[in-house]
């Protein structure tokens, strides 16, 4: 069965700072990967998905980008974080045509 | 475009039965999902319908749909405290699309 991990679980950054958070998937290949930002006390966010290496779709233009180096592998980044990019980054997994699975998400606050 | 909207917040008292309502308004939705989130967690996929059906059945979990008023519930019998938690609701046209979320709604169990 499928595992997705998220590193790391927490971090606390100073604004202007930069930011990567991995995700890295086991036991599949060529899945769709997707990154969503769940801010306190509001629903999900769907900031990018990918399809393929290489492939990134953006659906909210801001200070974030994202990556996908290897087929299990997607790397959400910033060259300069806000304050209003605090919040619970969830990193998910789409198998075949139905099911999506998360990851146990990072904790990012921005100070 | 798509939206998904639920109910915020539902108490129930252990032992009842809990329904969280979901109305969606693509009408091309295929697929239907709910999502469990307790604090601090990833999202866990519960159960998800396909639009040719209308209910689904899975121990003490039953979802029904109603296409024609786009509406979905999922309905826990016998709640229990451990049940608290943010439920979501989503939907997604094709295997290949994001899914849509809802803010999701927290259900809060009295012992």
């Known amino acids: 069965s499928q595992t997705i991990h998220q590193w790391p679980a927490t971090l606390v950054q100073p604004v202007g700072s930069p930011l990567s958070l991995e995700c890295t998937v086991e036991g599949t290949s060529n899945p769709n990967l997707y990154w969503y930002r769940q801010a306190a006390g509001r629903g999900l966010q769907l900031l990018f998905y990918?399809?393929?290496?290489?492939?990134i779709s953006s659906e909210v233009p801001q200070n974030l980008s994202a990556s996908r180096p290897q087929d299990r592998q997607f790397i959400l980044s910033s060259k300069k974080l806000l304050l209003s990019d605090s919040g619970f980054y969830l990193c998910?997994?789409?198998?075949?045509?139905?099911?999506?699975?998360f990851g146990p998400g990072t904790r990012l606050t921005v100070t | 475009g798509e939206d998904v909207e639920q109910s915020l917040f539902l108490s129930v008292r252990e032992g009842d039965s809990s329904v969280i309502n979901c109305t969606y308004t693509?009408?091309?939705?295929?697929?239907l999902y709910w999502y469990k989130q307790e604090p601090g967690a990833g999202l866990q996929l519960l159960t998800y319908?396909?639009?040719?059906?209308d209910m689904k059945q899975d121990q003490r979990l039953t979802v029904l749909l109603n296409k024609k008023d786009k509406h979905l519930s999922l309905r826990i019998a016998d709640t229990q405290t451990g049940d608290s938690a943010i439920y979501f609701c989503?939907?997604?046209?094709?295997?290949?699309?994001?899914?849509?979320f809802g803010k999701g709604t927290r259900l809060s169990v009295i012992a």
């Open positions: 693509d009408s091309s939705s295929t697929y």
């Open positions: 989503a939907e997604r046209t094709s295997g290949n699309t994001p899914l849509v």
């Open positions: 319908i396909f639009s040719n059906m």
């Open positions: 998910a997994l789409g198998l075949d045509a139905y099911e999506q699975y």
């Open positions: 990918s399809v393929g290496i290489g492939q």
